[in-house]
């Protein structure tokens, strides 16, 4: 069974960075597609980036193309993301999860691996 656990959030001002980390436990990370998802107050939960397993290809998507960056460290058994140039609109909770299809994860959204999210906010 995996586990995932969030840090790094807090309260930044626009134009600044954060790097977010996802801490895994119970299982080899090098066998899961990982992902970072995030939910605002009142919206649906949304994907943000995932990298997969196979050949460490990312995805993004395009309101944070260029200004976020997904990396993982298989020997840490840890995924992070590195978000720069924030925006008022990042705020939210941000989620990582995990599952051996990146299909699973990243379109259909059915992974059965999450973390309990951090919660980031861009505010002046």
């Known amino acids: 069974q995996l586990q995932l656990v969030e840090s790094g959030g807090g309260l930044v001002q626009p134009g600044g960075s954060l790097r977010l980390s996802c801490a895994t436990s119970?299982?080899?990370?090098?066998?899961?597609?990982t992902g970072w998802f995030r939910q605002a107050p009142g919206k649906e939960r949304e994907g943000v980036s995932c990298i997969s397993s196979s050949d460490g290809s990312t995805t993004y998507a395009d309101s944070v193309k260029g200004r976020f960056t997904i990396s993982r460290d298989n020997a840490k058994n840890t995924v992070y993301l590195q978000m720069n140039s924030l925006k008022p609109e990042d705020t939210a909770v941000y989620y990582c999860?995990?599952?051996?299809?990146?299909?699973?994860?990243?379109?259909?959204?059915?992974?059965?691996?999450w973390g309990q999210g951090t919660q980031v906010t861009v505010s002046s």
């Open positions: 119970g299982s080899t990370l090098e066998d899961y597609a």
């Open positions: 999860a995990a599952d051996k299809s990146v299909l699973r994860l990243w379109v259909l959204r059915l992974s059965d691996y």
